[in-house]
């Protein structure tokens, strides 16, 4: 296909930051600039815009690749099925359709050809059919529902020719049914190549570039204007760099036709790859695609069997608001896995940071909200993204500053940037793979918009992806060798700069991490404070002491061995420091539906409390797969506790126990594996992880009920009061 090339005028930069100029607003602007341009009131030029850039007029047609790209999501996402807020149960259109249809079928067959003896099991049967696709067929998606028509219209025909008795017609027609059929998968997965050569001979499409001058890697402005025959003239925008042609960096995509998208974000070789934002014109849809950086293990047989460790950058997409689209959320891999080849201390995290392949959405944003906390227990000022230069500061000072003609929030300098030293990692349970653990945890965080300098990790382990090996993964979930991987993976966190870590455990994965506690507990820091600057000071009084001591065995004959003795100490005391830079601080430990058992978890909380300040369980009374585990294994779970844990000696732990039976959103009957889109349980462990509050200062939705918390809420089924 060849695009032409034309000039078109200056237009507002779609990244503006003012306020007023909404999505909408700029959507409507721009039909209204097509509907001018159809009326014939902007003049178009053939001047070649390029000149004597950097580029040539040929490499302008790789926006081309670009322009299919998204017209490809567009047509993916039409195509699906979508979970609405509205009821797709029944479609009062498409059972009026069937029985209509089926109407005229009883009309020919008793009126037009007079069948009525021997019929009747036909005639029920028809009407059964119909019945059925009436009330079924709005359920599907578009490709779905096409097939079922096309088998309802093949059955239609062979009752209305009345071939039952024909025999030497049902090879034909089942010929010609099949053969439609398989042309409608086909056109359903070329249709975009299709498309592609209609446009291509009808010449449906121009290009405008808005600048006379293309400069390769600089913000550019580019439209795309499409024809189509039964529709209104639809308009594409790019608004960003260009690498060889195609669009790389951050970027903004625009397309005014049904479902397009305003997509915001990065781009790569002119493929949006993320992280990025987009919104659908028209449904108003919202998706949302971030990446995770994650280490597994699993991958054998059944993924029962280890394999060395791998780690990698998956980007992930998923929806966060409107329509649900069917298969989402959508994985696709950055980077890996990459088997991790490093034999001491692991750097492959911090090769990965290091070449960019993990990005935030907001990484090239400014600060405009900052969350300021009270820390009861260290009775000072808790600051989101920051740390206190000195311990127990109880002031911070706001102001508003300006940085590239842009508004942000300046901290004083008594508060220091976090640096993005801070990670979350989520442990998977029973019956996930790789996807299926980075598909819910990135659900969660795409619901939850985490701040960026808390960076997602998720760690794969071999769970089986059979209901049928409950036993086995439970073995698994004990087996040294994929501790020591999940070992590696949280030193190499640690390597790479991670100071503070939430650990999210959910199901079996809490048995998996607390069976390696004894193993992994070498990555983190005990709770006792270890202050860095005394590790100087004491060198500093070791030295001391040293000169002291070679000072009077400067008159004694035994003057170089206790030199020597001296630095060996010296050297034991500097690796004795040394180990404990990269110690990560161990801030949230979060078991969602554990599958632990109660009386094992109390011999474990002791060694838990000395490295964690903070453990939080949500669970279930109603957990199915919980009371399956019961079953098994007769012995009470931590999942199906919604009373407090006493220890041995009388007292109650100090764990703070979230009942989360009376929510009763976005989950299966079930009640296992919602914590990831119900919006409550969403906010509540956002709260938990970027506030740093305990569950009694979570007052906004959790009450205290006895020596547990419930979510304040009230039954999905009332709806006035």
Request: proline residues 3%; glycine residues 6%.
């Amino acid at each position: 296909m060849t695009l032409k090339i034309n000039k078109a005028d200056e237009r507002t930069h779609l990244l503006s930051n003012n306020p007023s100029q909404t999505a909408v607003n700029i959507i409507q602007d721009i039909k209204n600039d097509v509907e001018e341009d159809d009326n014939g009131s902007s003049s178009i030029s053939m001047v070649n815009p390029l000149k004597e850039s950097m580029e040539t007029i040929e490499r302008a047609t790789e926006l081309e690749f670009t322009y299919w790209i998204m017209k490809k999501r567009q047509w993916s996402r039409i195509q699906r099925g979508t979970f609405t807020n509205e009821k797709r149960g029944f479609s009062i259109l498409w059972f009026l359709f069937f029985m209509i249809v089926y109407g005229v079928y009883l009309f020919l067959q008793i009126y037009h050809f007079e069948r009525i003896n021997g019929y009747i099991l036909e005639f029920i049967l028809m009407g059964f059919i119909s019945f059925s696709l009436g009330l079924l067929v709005p359920r599907f998606a578009v490709i779905v529902r096409i097939v079922f028509l096309e088998g309802y219209s093949t059955l239609y025909l062979f009752f209305i020719f009345d071939l039952y008795y024909k025999k030497q017609y049902y090879i034909p027609l089942i010929s010609l049914g099949s053969g439609v059929l398989v042309f409608t998968i086909i056109c359903f997965f070329v249709y975009p190549y299709i498309m592609r050569c209609i446009f291509s001979i009808t010449g449906a499409i121009t290009l405008n570039v808005d600048k006379d001058q293309w400069v390769r890697g600089e913000s550019n402005r580019f439209t795309i204007k499409q024809k189509n025959l039964f529709q209104k003239p639809s308009t594409c925008i790019y608004e960003g760099p260009l690498l060889d042609g195609r669009p790389h960096g951050i970027g903004t995509w625009m397309d005014t036709s049904y479902q397009g998208e305003l997509l915001t974000g990065f781009w790569e070789d002119g493929i949006p790859l993320g992280p990025f934002e987009s919104m659908e014109n028209d449904t108003r849809s919202l998706l949302v695609n971030l990446r995770i950086i994650y280490g597994t293990n699993g991958g054998g047989k059944s993924w029962l069997d280890r394999i060395p460790l791998n780690i990698g950058v998956a980007s992930i997409e998923c929806c966060v608001s409107g329509n649900f689209f069917k298969g989402y959320p959508k994985v696709s891999m950055i980077k890996g896995p990459d088997l991790c080849k490093c034999q001491n201390r692991c750097t492959c995290i911090q090769s990965l940071l290091d070449k960019k392949y993990y990005r935030h959405i907001d990484d090239d944003k400014t600060i405009t909200s900052v969350v300021v906390s009270l820390d009861k227990k260290m009775d000072s000022l808790a600051i989101s993204g920051f740390k206190p230069l000195h311990p127990k500061n109880k002031t911070i000072t706001i102001e508003v500053g300006r940085q590239n003609n842009v508004q942000e929030l300046v901290v004083d300098s008594n508060w220091i940037s976090s640096q993005s030293n801070e990670g979350i990692l989520f442990i998977h349970g029973y019956d996930h793979d790789l996807k299926d653990a980075l598909k819910r945890f990135a659900q969660f965080l795409a619901l939850g918009h985490f701040p960026n300098y808390i960076k997602p990790f998720v760690f794969n382990w071999p769970s089986s992806t059979s209901p049928l090996l409950y036993w086995c993964a439970h073995s698994v979930a004990s087996d040294n060798d994929n501790h020591r991987d999940l070992q590696k993976f949280i030193e190499s966190l640690g390597q790479s700069g991670i100071r503070n870590l939430h650990i999210m455990c959910h199901s079996m994965g809490t048995r998996f991490f607390l069976r390696s506690f004894s193993k992994i507990k070498k990555a983190f820091a005990k709770r006792k404070p270890i202050v860095y600057s005394n590790n100087s000071n004491n060198n500093e009084n070791f030295n001391s002491n040293s000169n002291n001591n070679s000072d009077i065995s400067s008159s004694s004959s035994s003057s170089g061995f206790i030199q020597q003795q001296q630095q060996q100490q010296q050297q034991q005391e500097q690796d004795k420091s040394l180990k404990y830079i990269n110690k990560i601080n161990l801030t949230n430990l979060i078991f969602l539906n554990p599958d632990y058992e109660i009386n094992t978890f109390k011999n474990d909380y002791g060694e838990l409390r000395n490295y964690c300040p903070r453990i939080t369980v949500y669970a279930d009374h109603r957990d199915e797969a919980i009371k399956m585990a019961f079953r098994i294994t007769q012995k009470r779970n931590l999942g199906n506790n919604i009373f407090g844990i006493v220890d041995d000696d009388g007292g109650m732990l100090d764990v703070d126990i979230i009942d989360t039976g009376d929510l009763d959103s976005n989950m299966s009957e079930r009640h296992h594996s919602f914590f990831n889109i119900n919006r409550l349980m969403v906010d509540d462990l956002h709260d938990l992880i970027v506030t740093g509050k305990r569950a009694m200062d979570r007052t906004s939705r959790l009450k205290s009920v006895g020596d547990v918390f419930r979510f304040s809420i009230l039954p999905s089924t009332v709806v006035v009061v």
